[in-house]
């Protein structure tokens, strides 16, 4: 079946340079698409999947697939940050400097008039820590609310909505009904943190990324395909806990 699918994805008017593969995986029950930072692709397709149903759904995505991948090629690296006071760090949309506390001040991350201040730290990785920490802290409960009036949009109850560490993802849908969000995206106005937390949200009814998922998301978020070109500007910009 896996030579019969990528045959028929070879069938298709893919760009030459493209690198690309198909995997099987059992307990997949539609087509997944992932995008390497480096531009490659990855075809994660069910055991039992359909070649041509397959080549349908990936002649559907061609255009967002190549955007993504011209994306992820040209791309440079993630920001670093520098840990000194007044470098400018993003939350909700909103820059805010940060100010270095002396020795002995408070041990945690914390707006104050217009300032994030962080604690003095004995090295840049644990001031970095403290920053996402804070980050997933306050990342979280933020998302608890937001993600209320979404739900009810999407027609869904998440078990829990937090902020953490996720990777190279963006977002995850768990199957017990949790949802979890990189603490990254917090640094984004909350009109494109949404179109995350509207799609994980709708992958709590809907799996994989046909027309119904794509009707559901426009339910719940209208204007979702401006948001989703605005956020594929903005992402490559989001710091991610890497200091120099």
């Not at 640094?187 to 799609?199: F, I, K, S, T, Y």
Request: glycine share 8%; charged share 25%; proline share 7%.
């Amino acid at each position: 079946m896996n030579a019969s699918v990528e045959s028929a994805i070879a069938a298709l008017p893919l760009p030459a340079e493209w690198q690309w593969q198909v995997v099987v995986r059992p307990r997949r029950r539609t087509l997944g698409i992932e995008v390497a930072e480096d531009g490659a692709l990855l075809f994660a397709v069910p055991a039992d999947a359909e070649p041509a149903a397959v080549a349908d759904a990936v002649r559907a995505r061609l255009p967002r697939l190549a955007a993504e991948v011209r994306r992820r090629e040209t791309r440079a690296g993630p920001p670093v940050k520098e840990l000194v006071s007044g470098a400018s760090f993003a939350y909700l949309g909103r820059r805010y400097r940060l100010r270095v506390l002396p020795d002995g001040g408070a041990r945690k991350v914390r707006l104050q008039h217009g300032w994030l201040e962080l604690p003095r730290t004995g090295t840049r990785p644990e001031g970095a820590q403290l920053l996402t920490d804070w980050y997933q802290t306050r990342g979280s409960r933020w998302l608890t609310a937001r993600a209320i009036p979404l739900a009810m949009r999407a027609g869904v109850r998440p078990a829990a909505v937090e902020a953490r560490e996720l990777g190279e993802r963006w977002g995850l849908c768990r199957s017990d009904g949790r949802i979890a969000l990189h603490w990254a995206l917090m640094q984004l106005p909350p009109a494109l943190l949404d179109v995350v937390l509207v799609h994980e949200l709708v992958h709590l009814k809907t799996g994989g990324h046909g027309a119904a998922f794509r009707r559901a998301m426009r339910v719940a978020l209208p204007d979702v395909e401006v948001l989703e070109r605005l956020f594929a500007e903005a992402e490559p910009t989001l710091w991610r806990g890497a200091v120099g």
